[in-house]
């Protein structure tokens, strides 16, 4: 199993940008694919985007399409959220995600993904 730490949340006002960074111990994060999901108060988790094990495709939720970009550095073990144009919905708790199968260009459910970091609190003053 992969560990993996979460970096980058904060407070930011409406319009702003954020960028998050989940850093991933083992020899093997390349085999992975990679996913992020968010969970607010009172609400289930949910997906947000994926990238594949190399990087070259990702797919994201309606809600975020546009406006987030997920990427990988394999060399570096890390996997990123640039946040931009954020909104006050787009508070949440953000949690990074590993998945030993196949990459679909489709939404993901957690239960889809195996391993989870701690999470890191992002939340958007209106």
């Not at 999901?37 to 070259?56: D, L, S, T």
Request: aromatic letters at 14%.
């Amino acid at each position: 199993q992969v560990q993996l730490v979460e970096s980058g949340g904060g407070l930011v006002q409406a319009g702003g940008s954020l960028r998050l960074s989940c850093a991933a111990s083992g020899r093997t994060f390349s085999s992975y694919v990679m996913g992020w999901f968010r969970q607010a108060p009172g609400k289930e988790r949910e997906f947000v985007a994926a990238v594949a094990r190399g990087g070259g495709s990702t797919y994201y939720a309606d809600s975020v399409k546009g406006r987030f970009t997920i990427s990988r550095d394999n060399a570096k073990n890390t996997v990123y959220l640039q946040m931009n144009s954020l909104k006050p919905e787009d508070t949440a708790v953000y949690y990074c995600a590993a998945r030993n199968g196949p990459y679909y260009s489709r939404s993901y459910y957690p239960a889809d993904f195996g391993s989870w970091g701690q999470g890191t609190q992002v939340t958007v003053s209106a």
